[in-house]
């Protein structure tokens, strides 16, 4: 992907609000069980150190973007905090920066947002207070690198109204995802959300370009005539497709992830061990940033056993680990063991302690021999749960 | 704390010489150490931790590390609206490269003392990097208003035989703290208890302003610190005790045994872990990969590493690629170094983004670390570096075998 961006159009640096960034980052993530139960699906922790929503900030950063609005509703407490001013992800700029809008009420009364389109409809007084010419829509909840710069030159060069970024995915798989089909200039003919017999296996990844001023004008209008727009992929899209308005697929071919569920969460940590993983975390050129809180080095205490696993900074490592990602400041007691499990930040683990297939919470805490084994399944242990140790009756 | 009431002076036209080659390109203050840290780390963390929101950085013309990794003092919250970072930077005047300026720092001080008068604060605080410790300032400034003394002087307690630095300076201290004398360590004979001066000092900046001017107007070259060590003696001063993690970086050997002394996990936790957590510049690593060949027992290890080989005891910066069969023992990686298959090193301190080649052996002692200097390329047939270092016994000359000035 990074290669692409030397491209034709490679040395054009995004202007000054020429294209703007709005993260849909309100959604809760309920498949995500425990995970997402106080938190927002995109501040659910991902790779030992970072946090789902940093690939989408990252790319923002790297793609020349400056200015990001970031739409939150669900449990946003923690996912603020995370972003702060942007500054971690270089995103602290004089003209510009990262700023949450978060539902409000007014005049006209209570404004939650009532989907992805309609979050934008909400926020039309930032856009507008930044004047750009085109926006960006992501969605807060995906793994992956793109650079949106080159996404915004393909927009340009079709002279596109809207612009949908797709992946091919396989065609078993294509009734899942929103469907777009395409002519041979890559230009939209038709799109159906979840279809039970795919024409195409072209997945829509939630992430548009539109021309602001067209976008803003069909937004205003549907919602005077009450035909309210809520949803990108149920609403607009179609309506856009309706009218005759140029709609475009930018085919994506690298590396995209959507982590819904507790399996594919578990499933893209674990892929993610990998040194050769497509996703080339360590490419200095294309950085995923993260805030990142001081911690001293991990220390590997004599009778340490780590194969293939990821260790982060602040970790106290007495046991034996496999397969696994351990987060930062994690404590792994003498004789347990922990294998193909993800240990988020904070977690203290005792001694003679067996994790095996779960997604362990940040602070959670294993007494001294408790065992949390899945088996068909991925156990997930939550956030500041205890496990293990003697209960009230037993004392 | 209330704004203003303290500002806070670092001063770092330390003496080079002393952990040459390691501070050939770099100052004291930018040492690496313990895996991500530099020792400027830990004064700037004590200030600011104290509240103090205005530093004074005075150095010698060597500025580029310590400006590349401080910056705008975010890491520490200086770059707020009140007060921030100041650098004073003294040419020097001689053109050496060693940090030694011949007509001593005073004179940056005073050309600077606008500094203090612009800081508007009441008291000065006086810190340098060579004496690695985490020390509590609002301490030594409780105890400096309540004892009332024109000047407080911190001081560690240590045995007079596990005092490494003969040059340093050590404090007679009646019972009731009050300072009675100062002497070089080195004239201290037999056993007992060496109160070791920290230089680390607290006074009104009013008393520091007149100090530098007086000493100034009588034409003498001398440097802030023996300005001080002379105001301690002819003042009223007190000593305040420091019984935390102490170092005296003196040395490559002491540096060294710093570094390997975070692997005891009491010293981790007085210097690192403890009430003040040392803040640092932060970097964007992915976390560190451990491949299914490695073994890393007794070790200390940064983010952004590829470990495939063998680790024991040792501390790893970030960024440091172990290839498999590559054996490191009891020692010292720095960040972007990378260590070929097959290679054995003990004893042995890396400086920054060394290579070395596979199957290359290179064997120090424990008073003797081989030090292998940045951009270094090493290979079986180097020339110029020994491979394998005998321990001489003879510790007293090291110092001056590293001292470009002698040799």
Redesign the interface.
């Known amino acids: 992907m990074c290669g692409r961006r030397w491209d034709c159009h490679s040395f054009s640096i995004i202007m000054k609000n020429e294209m703007i960034a709005m993260i849909l980052a309100g959604g809760q993530g309920s498949r995500l069980g425990k995970l997402t139960r106080t938190i927002a699906k995109p501040a659910v922790p991902f790779?030992?150190?970072y946090r789902i929503i940093d690939f989408s900030l990252s790319n923002c950063s790297n793609s020349g973007i400056r200015t990001i609005g970031v739409v939150t509703q669900y449990q946003p407490l923690e996912l603020n905090s995370h972003i702060g001013n942007g500054?971690s992800w270089g995103l602290d700029h004089k003209d510009g920066g990262v700023t949450i809008l978060q539902p409000h009420s007014s005049l006209d009364g209570e404004k939650w947002f009532e989907g992805t389109a309609h979050a934008i409809y909400q926020n039309i007084s930032y856009i507008d207070s930044h004047n750009p010419t085109y926006l960006l829509i992501l969605s807060g909840d995906h793994i992956y690198k793109m650079d949106y710069e080159h996404m915004l030159h393909f927009h340009k060069r079709k002279k596109a109204s809207a612009t949908v970024a797709v992946i091919h995915v396989p065609l078993d798989e294509a009734s899942r995802f929103g469907i777009m089909n395409t002519d041979n200039t890559d230009r939209i003919i038709d799109f159906e959300e979840k279809p039970k017999v795919p024409k195409s296996n072209l997945a829509s990844m939630g992430i548009y370009i539109f021309t602001w001023e067209i976008l803003r004008r069909y937004l205003m209008e549907s919602h005077a005539t009450g035909q309210n727009m809520d949803d990108f992929g149920k609403n607009v899209i179609p309506t856009f497709l309706a009218n005759g308005e140029n709609v475009f697929a930018y085919s994506f071919t690298g590396y995209w992830k959507d982590v819904g569920t507790i399996e594919s969460l578990w499933e893209a940590n674990m892929a993610f061990?990998n040194?050769d993983h497509e996703l080339n975390?360590?490419d200095k050129s294309w950085?995923?940033?993260?805030k990142?809180p001081?911690?001293?080095?991990?220390?590997?205490?004599?009778?340490?056993?780590?194969?293939?696993?990821?260790?982060?900074?602040g970790c106290y490592i007495s046991g034996e680990?496999n397969h696994s990602?351990i987060s930062q400041n994690v404590k792994i007691g003498a004789n347990s063991v922990v294998k193909d499990s993800i240990i988020m930040a904070n977690s203290v683990i005792g001694k003679n302690v067996t994790i095996s297939h779960a997604i362990v919470g940040e602070h959670a805490v294993f007494a001294d021999n408790a065992q949390v084994v899945g088996d068909q399944s991925i156990e997930v242990i939550g956030y500041n749960e205890i496990v293990g140790g003697l209960n009230d009756e037993e004392k | 704390m209330k704004r203003n009431k303290i500002c806070g002076i670092l001063n770092l036209t330390e003496s080079r010489l002393v952990a040459y080659p390691l501070t050939r390109h770099r100052p004291i203050a930018s040492l690496p150490f313990?895996?991500?840290y530099r020792l400027i780390d830990f004064p700037l963390t004590n200030l600011t931790t104290a509240g103090v929101e205005t530093i004074g950085v005075f150095t010698d013309d060597n500025l580029r590390s310590i400006y590349d990794h401080v910056r705008s003092g975010?890491?520490w919250g200086l770059d707020s609206i009140h007060g921030g970072l100041f650098f004073f930077a003294q040419p020097n005047s001689d053109g050496n490269k060693v940090g030694v300026n011949r007509e001593g720092d005073i004179i940056n001080y005073f050309n600077n003392i606008e500094f203090f008068e612009k800081s508007e604060s009441e008291y000065t605080v006086i810190m340098g990097t060579q004496m690695l410790c985490n020390i509590d300032v609002k301490a030594i400034l409780r105890h400096h208003i309540e004892q009332g003394a024109e000047i407080t002087v911190v001081y560690r307690s240590v045995e007079a035989h596990d005092n490494n630095d003969h040059r340093a300076s050590c404090l007679t201290i009646d019972e009731d703290g009050r300072v009675r004398g100062l002497k070089s360590c080195g004239m201290h004979e037999g056993t007992g208890k060496l109160f070791i001066n920290m230089d680390i000092y607290i006074l009104k900046t009013e008393l520091l302003t007149k100090l530098i001017r007086n000493v100034v107007a009588e034409n003498e070259h001398c440097n802030l610190n023996d300005v001080l060590h002379q105001a301690v003696i002819n003042l009223p001063s007190n000593g305040f005790e420091y019984t935390g993690y102490l170092k005296n970086v003196t040395s490559v050997q002491a540096y060294y045994q710093a570094n390997m002394d975070m692997?005891q996990?009491s010293n981790?936790m007085a210097l690192?872990?403890g009430n003040q957590?040392?803040?640092?510049k932060?970097?964007?690593e992915?976390?560190?990969?451990?491949?299914?060949s490695?073994?890393?027992?007794?070790?200390?290890?940064?983010?952004?590493c590829?470990i495939h080989g063998e680790?024991a005891h040792s501390?790893?910066f970030r960024n440091v690629t172990i290839e498999k069969n590559a054996v490191v023992n009891s020692s010292v990686i720095m960040q972007g170094s990378s260590i070929g298959s097959g290679a054995e090193l003990h004893y042995v301190i890396l400086d920054k983004q060394v290579r070395i080649e596979p199957n290359t052996k290179l064997i120090g002692t424990k008073n003797k670390p081989i030090v292998i200097e940045k951009n270094s390329v090493i290979s079986r047939i180097s020339e110029g570096i020994p491979s394998i270092v005998t321990d001489t016994k003879d510790q007293g000359t090291d110092r001056e075998n590293f001292n470009p000035l002698f040799s």
């Open positions: 790779g030992g150190k500054s061990i040194p975390i360590r950085r995923i940033y993260s990142n001081v911690a001293p080095p991990h220390y590997m205490a004599a009778g340490a056993k780590v194969k293939e696993s990821l260790v982060v900074d680990i990602i | 313990c895996s991500r975010k890491e692997l996990d981790l690192l872990k957590s040392i803040n640092t932060v970097k964007n992915a976390p560190t990969f451990y491949s299914r490695s073994d890393v027992q007794d070790s200390l290890v940064a983010n952004g590829m680790v501390v790893i």
